[in-house]
């Protein structure tokens, strides 16, 4: 369980958290004890966008990384060319 203190603006958001070792009660939450859940796992497919210009492109791909929101993950497509990608959401990736 999870209690976040008044101090702490940032306990809210790690609400769903995993944790990587046990963790005493009244310890702070620091990385690389716990980290964000991941929204992208390898192997999955995922949907790709490129927005610029007011345009958007999307387009499938499968995941050769796992990653939680913000990371840098390589997506592979069909063609067997591979692009990196940051997390947007879950099975969702954004090219910068």
Do not use: C, H, K
């Not at 209690?3 to 990385?31: C, K, N, S």
């Not at 610029?52 to 796992?66: I, N």
């Not at 990653?67 to 940051?86: C, E, K, M, N, P």
Request: charged share 25%; hydrophobic share 40%.
């Amino acid at each position: 369980d999870i209690r976040a203190e008044p101090t702490d603006p940032r306990g809210p958001q790690r609400i769903g958290w995993i944790t990587r070792r046990t963790i005493r009660a009244g310890e702070p939450l620091r990385a690389p004890a716990v980290a964000p859940p991941p929204l992208v796992r390898a192997g999955e497919p995922v949907s790709v966008r490129l927005v610029a210009a007011g345009m958007m492109v999307a387009r499938e791909g499968t995941a050769m990384m796992t990653g939680a929101l913000g990371d840098r993950v390589r997506i592979r497509f069909a063609g067997q060319y591979s692009l990196t990608g940051v997390v947007a959401g879950p099975s969702d990736v954004r090219i910068p």
